[in-house]
């Protein structure tokens, strides 16, 4: 991804079902290998599914256990069980961390969507998440 300018980047809707390991991207079905959770009242979703879909990309340091977040001219770095992150170098603090579930890494789906540009919508009678840019 370009860290230039956010310009050129996919508009997309993406859904996740608590619980289901597919998501839909534009209308179209596509398997996850792992399910998003809410935990103590966070949503917490494999974040390299969403950011394909929206032009970005996303690293791990499995020796620091830093994931590094990519979309346009935004660089988000989160460490594994830390509250504090970097946003573009600056260091914010946020209410939850990012978390592993069966040697998967799991990050607060608000957080890193909203640090990004994209909006994030719950419905509640269908435990369904709604991203989109």
Same mark, same amino acid.
């Given at each position: 991804p370009s860290l230039s300018s956010d310009a050129g980047l996919p508009d997309a809707t993406v859904t996740m079902t608590m619980g289901q390991k597919s998501m839909t991207v534009n209308g179209t079905k596509k398997a996850i290998d792992v399910t998003p959770l809410i935990k103590n009242?966070?949503?917490?979703?494999p974040i390299r599914y969403v950011l394909d879909a929206f032009g970005g990309g996303a690293g791990w340091n499995a020796a620091a256990k830093r994931i590094m977040? =990519?979309? /346009?001219?935004?660089?988000?770095? *989160?460490? %594994?069980?830390?509250?504090?992150?970097?946003?573009?170098?600056?260091?914010?603090?946020?209410?939850?961390?990012?978390?592993? =579930?069966? /040697?998967?890494?799991?990050?607060? *789906?608000? %957080?890193?969507?909203e640090q990004l540009g994209l909006s994030v919508k719950w419905a509640q009678e269908t435990k369904t998440v709604t991203i989109e840019s």
């Open positions: 009242g966070s949503t917490y979703v977040v =990519l979309r /346009g001219s935004k660089v988000l770095d *989160l460490t %594994l069980g830390n509250k504090e992150f970097l946003l573009n170098g600056k260091r914010q603090s946020a209410e939850v961390a990012p978390l592993s =579930l069966n /040697g998967r890494t799991l990050v607060p *789906l608000r %957080l890193v969507s």
